[in-house]
């Protein structure tokens, strides 16, 4: 009797497994192709609208033009200086803003007084538009490499740090009850439940703070620099040389589209514990 | 009070008293626990059932370690506890399992806090699953197994550390009624079989009836122990022949009428 009962409801999930299983794999790959038929569209009109007029090419060119100067900017390395240029910008300012922001913030997140101390604070900071800053920085730093990095780290550095002491605070009570009944030590508390814990609020604001980067990153190049793809794009305007403006707006989109794709898979497949 | 008084009890709570301190809006501190005496021998399932404000989490949080009593002091085996230890395991309402860990590797996190050999812990964990039934179920994570399978898992958990006592607090209460009894079922046999000792805190009068060997029966405004009864029905007999006995409605209706407050009895009388 009690051999039964027990087995009917340890069976039935185990039944249910392969169907739902095949549902998780079936939906995701329709979502992928129902994303690419959304981009292919949009690809499809740029190309369109020019042409037949809707638009005037002059000012919006056809994507085929955009691709034939990016081809040309490929070729003759301009593509590659002024991207270069531009991830040296930004890949130190967001390293730094992580090396920065997660020790930081799981190190305000645990204490409630500190948190209660800096909280306003930190409202007040994170609203300070970076963008009002840049003649800051430019007067503190020059308009030099270090004014663009420090600029990107002060974009990227809240939404980290935020992430990461939200995390660190609505980590469940009960699981850091059951880590102490079981006698972790406050270290192997801290590593053991209170970071794994943390991690999908950490990584939101890692993409919040990827997104925010590039943001200010291409408003510096076009503030004050002589290379870079913010720079490119305004230089391109002035010359009047709007396929190229275009195809380094796409390139930009394409760095903003793939950091975010890859942080979101680095994710998902940091938390993938997480109920689908 | 018909318990034999040998020299160490399992666990014994010495003249308890646990209160809080004054919260901002009060002016006085909280009394939770009033010079509490209660004790478990080993191989003892006792069940402490009281209304909520009866301070019976705060018991179980004492015996756990988790919180220091104001007054008096927790004894395991005879000597003072200090902290958590791995010589008690906790079995919490809402499961308390870590979500980015499968059902093993909760038990493994388990057993090393613990402190147990690093080679012992797969073999270990397999062990406890098995124990419980779930060695199916190894390798999933909680958010894939039913509320009932979760707190398996939990048991599991905290029985692979092999405690001296097993602590529980109102374990099945989330789960639904199938569930719940299933579990109930299962709990009894597996302390049946290993014997171990159980302190087990509920507000379901009928959980404490069918699990319980003792019940201990606790007061609100400060918390304390009301009565302690011995329950008659045989170790092995099982849930079915429980309730259905005449002894199982006569305590019924007895513990509903100690856990009713005073005022409201009186207040009864009197309409």
Known sequence: MNTTTYNNVSEAPVLLRPNKRFGIEFTASRKTLRGAFGISILLILWQVLPTVGVLDPLFVPPLSHVLTALAQMAHNGQLWLHTSSSLSRVLPGLGFALLVGIPAGLFVGTSQTLRETIGPALEILRNTSALALLPVFTLLLGIGQSSKIAMVFYAAIWPIFLGTINGVQSVDPLWIKAGRAMGLTQQGLFTRVILPASLPSIFTGIRLASAAALLVLVAAEMVGARAGLGYLVNAAQLDFDIPQMYAAIFVLSVIGGGVNFLLQRVEHHLTRWKSA | MSTVNLAHPKLRFDAITKSFPPSAKETCSTIVLDDLNLSLEAGDFLVVVGPSGSGKSTLLDLAAGLSAPTHGKVLLDGSSVSGPGPDRSVVFQNYALFPWKSARDNIILALDAAGI????????????????????????????????????VAIARALSVEPKVLLMDEPFGALDAQSRETLQIELRSLWQRTGMTIMFITHDIDEALLLGQRIAILGTSPGRVVDILDLPFAADSN?????????YAALRQYIRASLTPRNALHNGGLS
Do not use: F, W
Not at chain 2, 123 to 147: C, E, W
């Open chain 2, 239 to 247: 849930i079915d022949t429980i309730r259905a006995s005449a002894d």
């Open chain 2, 117 to 152: 050999d690093r080679r012992e812990h797969t073999a270990k964990a397999d062990q406890a699953l098995n124990l419980v039934g779930l060695q199916q179920s190894a390798d999933r994570y909680p958010h894939q197994l039913s509320g009932g399978m979760k707190q398996r």
